[in-house]
C-alpha cells in the first residue's frame, strides 16, 4: 500500500483532465493524472478526430492527436505525473480518498474527474476506420460540419440531438438526410418542426444503415476511403436502398464514462455527473468532475478544457481551506 497522499489525483486525459493538471501543477500541486489504457482512449474523444478547426489559437487547424499531445506536453511541463493506466475502482468515503488501479492503491486529498463521454456509434462495418481517417463519419456537427460545403450528407437518430446536427449541417450541406429507424421521435416537438419547415432536409424513415460505401481518395501516404452513400435498409420490409452522402452524422446518444462511480456520486437523468450550479464541485467536498463527463450540452474540447481549469481552482481553493 502507497502511503503517500497526492494532493490531486485526475481521472481521464482529455482536454479536461489536462488541464486541470496543468493549471494544479502550476499550482505546484503536484497532479497524478491517470490517462488509462485501452479499451478507454487516452486524449479522449479527440484522438478519434482529424482536423480540429473551431479549439482557439490554431488559425490553420489541427489535428485532435496533436493537440492532445501539446495539452499532455504542457501539463508535463509543470510537473504532472503521468500514469498509463486505468483506475479501477474508487472509494471516497472518507478523506483521503481511495482509488486503485488494479491491486496498486492511490491516496489522494482531493480527485477531478473527468472521464469524458462517448458518442454512441452504430457499430456498421467501416464506421470506426472513417470516423478516425475524416473519411466522411463523424459524432459532432460543430466540429466536422465546415468539412462538407455543398456535398449532400446524412444524420442518424430521431431524438434532439439529431435534429440540431441536422439544422446545423444545412449551413454547409447542399441537402442533409435524416435517417431514423421508426416514424415516431424522441425529439421535442419545435427541434422536430425546425426540422419539417427546413427545404434543405429530407428524410429516410423507416430506415437504418446496412453498409458504407466507399472510394479511394488522395495518393501515396494521404489516400484514405472517402465516403460516398449509404446503403439503408428498410426496418420494415428489409428492402434495401441507396443514399449519396460524402458524410453521415451519427447522432444516436452520448455515454458518459461513469461506471467507476455508480452509487457513489450523483448522476442526472440522462447519467451524466451531477455539480453544483456553475462548480465543478460535486456533493462530496474534495471530488470534482469536469468536462463531458458531467456536460451533455456543450461538448465541446474548449468548454472542456475551461471546466477542468474550474476544477483545477476549485481543488486549489479547497486544499487551501484545508490547510493542506
Ligand atoms: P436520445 O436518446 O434522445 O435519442 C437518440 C436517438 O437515436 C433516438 O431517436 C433513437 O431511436 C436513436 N438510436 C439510438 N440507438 C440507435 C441505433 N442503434 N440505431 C439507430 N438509431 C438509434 O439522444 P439525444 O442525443 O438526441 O439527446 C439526449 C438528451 O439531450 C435528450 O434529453 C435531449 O432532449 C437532450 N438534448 C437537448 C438539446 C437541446 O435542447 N438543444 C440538444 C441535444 C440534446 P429510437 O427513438 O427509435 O430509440
Not at 41 to 60: A, C, R, W
Not at 291 to 313: L, N
Request: charged letters at 20%; hydrophobic letters at 40%; a negative charge.
Amino acid at each position: 500500500m502507497s502511503e503517500q497522499i497526492h494532493k490531486v489525483v485526475i481521472i481521464g486525459a482529455g482536454p479536461a483532465g489536462w488541464t486541470a493538471a496543468l493549471y494544479t501543477g502550476r499550482a505546484n500541486l503536484e497532479p497524478v493524472i491517470f490517462e488509462g489504457e485501452a479499451p478507454n482512449t487516452p486524449g479522449g474523444q479527440l484522438m478519434i478526430t482529424s482536423d480540429v478547426e473551431n479549439y482557439p489559437g490554431f488559425p490553420e487547424g489541427v489535428l485532435g492527436p496533436e493537440l492532445m499531445e501539446k495539452f499532455k506536453a504542457q501539463a508535463v511541463r509543470f510537473g504532472a505525473q503521468v500514469k498509463s493506466q486505468n483506475i479501477t475502482k474508487v472509494d471516497f468515503d472518507a478523506s483521503p480518498f481511495r482509488l486503485w488501479s488494479g491491486d496498486e492503491e492511490i491516496l489522494a486529498h482531493t480527485v477531478i474527474i473527468s472521464t469524458g463521454a462517448k458518442a454512441k456509434l452504430l457499430g456498421t462495418p467501416k464506421e470506426a476506420e472513417l470516423m478516425a481517417t475524416g473519411g466522411g463519419v463523424s459524432a459532432c456537427a460543430t466540429c466536422d460540419g465546415a468539412f462538407f460545403k455543398n456535398v449532400e450528407v446524412a444524420v442518424v437518430g430521431g431524438g434532439d440531438t439529431a435534429m440540431e446536427e441536422a439544422n446545423f449541417l444545412t449551413r454547409y450541406a447542399s441537402k442533409v438526410t435524416i435517417i431514423h429507424r421508426r416514424e415516431e421521435f424522441r425529439a421535442s416537438k419545435i427541434m422536430l418542426e425546425r426540422c419539417q419547415n427546413n427545404p434543405k432536409i429530407e428524410w429516410a424513415l423507416n430506415k437504418t444503415i446496412d453498409s458504407y460505401e466507399t472510394e479511394k481518395v488522395g495518393v501515396g501516404v494521404l489516400a484514405k476511403d472517402q465516403l460516398k452513400a449509404i446503403n439503408l435498409k428498410d426496418s420494415n420490409t428489409g428492402e434495401i436502398s441507396t443514399l449519396a452522402a460524402e458524410g453521415c452524422f451519427i447522432a444516436i446518444g452520448h455515454a458518459p464514462t461513469t461506471e467507476l462511480f455508480k452509487d457513489i456520486l450523483e448522476t442526472d437523468e440522462t447519467g451524466y455527473l451531477v455539480t453544483q450550479p456553475g462548480k465543478a464541485a460535486t456533493a462530496i467536498p474534495g471530488v470534482f468532475a469536469s468536462g463531458d463527463v458531467q456536460d451533455h450540452y456543450y461538448r465541446q474540447a474548449i468548454t472542456a478544457a475551461g471546466s477542468g481549469c474550474m476544477a483545477a481552482i476549485e481543488a486549489e481553493r479547497f486544499l487551501e481551506s484545508k490547510g493542506l
